[in-house]
DNA sequence: GCGGACTAACTAAACGATTAGTATACTTTA
DNA sequence: TAAAGTATACTAATCGTTTAGTTAGTCCGC
């Protein structure tokens, strides 16, 4: 599926060249000309490192999924408990450290290209797995019975999707306002774990 | 800046076929062609209708989220009090009676198309802030001070939206479970709200 | 160490197909 | 008859992709 030359310095300059194009014109827009433009090389190029542009789309956006993730997993390594793991792995999402500016744009592209795209879909059914199931985790080692972690942890995945549309597409808030609906949310969820808490627990 | 025939049936039906055919295959399939097939027209009555193909997208993606409006504006005419108001214009957002089942597509196109389209991104600014106003108006009516109307206004808001993604592509949970993580939040809400209460107060 | 065989990386040019949009003529309706 | 609506046939441009080739470097027998 994928090319045997993925490591190649090329090839991750098209990929690079293609998200960022995909983030300030659309992925309407994106051509293999606009792409080889970008990134200095031929059009025949792209076709020689990812056979058609379909393939190169998909890499594109499986590389940058990637990237997120190993950003994610680095910043739950460095939470030293539950709530900060969770803390972590929202404002990676938000920031993208290893991402350009731009890039942020892409998520909804991913998601309009997966309702057509049953691999793109897969890619990103897995990455919402992955986070809601990392969530899950966090929540029963806070304290909280199984049903109520899951239901908790499906909360914080939306928030975290819905609350990134609204920074990103819909503009009507203000990042203070958005970090108080989390930091809300984050404490509701230590209240409720406690509730539950039969013996208190140190972390 | 848009055509003058817009009650017509042919510009009707060529804008329902244009949300059909960006839902079955996205933005970046979409053809003149393929919509003149679907609406059982020709290419040139688009033109005639529509002069370009972006006025075209853009006047369906503005007519999909007038009608959504309207119901939601009916929903909330029939909630008897704040509560059932906020829930039926959630329910309004999921369900989208008056589109076809495969319009529900659409969205994160709109997102997408907006991140490059300043007049489509104006489009669901003014759609987003609606919603968080309203959700805001709710809440101050429950009971809630106006900061944490607002506050609770903008995680509802995330919240749907973040749910939606849930259903329409992430694809990861139940509807039971959403529904569940939503009434969870409606509840939370109205416990927040009789903390505030004054008085005790009937609706 | 040297020359020819081989290969990976890359490109210029051209391919056929498809695109949005137009010119124009025909048909309906009022 | 005049305007509105629709279709046919077309154009110029652009699309993704392919072909046929060049360049630069590596390997191997001698």
Redesign the pocket.
């Given at each position: 599926m994928a090319n045997?030359?993925a490591s190649?310095?090329?090839?991750q300059s098209i990929i690079n060249s293609t998200l960022s194009a995909i983030a300030t014109d659309g992925i309407s827009?994106?051509?293999?000309?606009?792409?080889?433009k970008h990134?200095?090389?031929?059009?025949?190029?792209?076709?020689?490192?990812?056979?058609?542009?379909?393939?190169?789309v998909y890499n594109s956006f499986a590389y940058m999924i990637k990237s997120i993730r190993i950003d994610m997993l680095e910043a739950r390594r460095q939470g030293r408990d539950p709530l900060a793991r969770i803390r972590g792995v929202c404002e990676t999402h938000f920031s993208a450290r290893q991402l350009s500016e731009e890039a942020a744009n892409i998520w909804p592209q991913i998601w309009s290209h997966a309702t057509h795209d049953p691999k793109t879909a897969r890619l990103v059914k897995i990455f919402g797995a992955r986070m809601i199931s990392n969530f899950t985790y966090d929540l029963r080692k806070l304290g909280l019975p199984s049903q109520q972690a899951r239901l908790g942890a499906i909360e914080l995945r939306a928030m975290v999707v819905g609350l990134w549309v609204e920074k990103q597409v819909t503009k009507n808030t203000l990042q203070g306002e958005r970090l108080d609906v989390f930091e809300r949310m984050l404490s509701r969820l230590q209240a409720e774990a406690l509730k539950h808490k039969t013996y208190p627990q140190l972390e």
């Open positions: 045997n030359h190649n310095d090329t090839s827009n994106l051509t293999t000309k606009s792409i080889s990134a200095s090389i031929s059009t025949a190029s792209i076709h020689y490192f990812f056979n058609t542009k379909e393939n190169l």
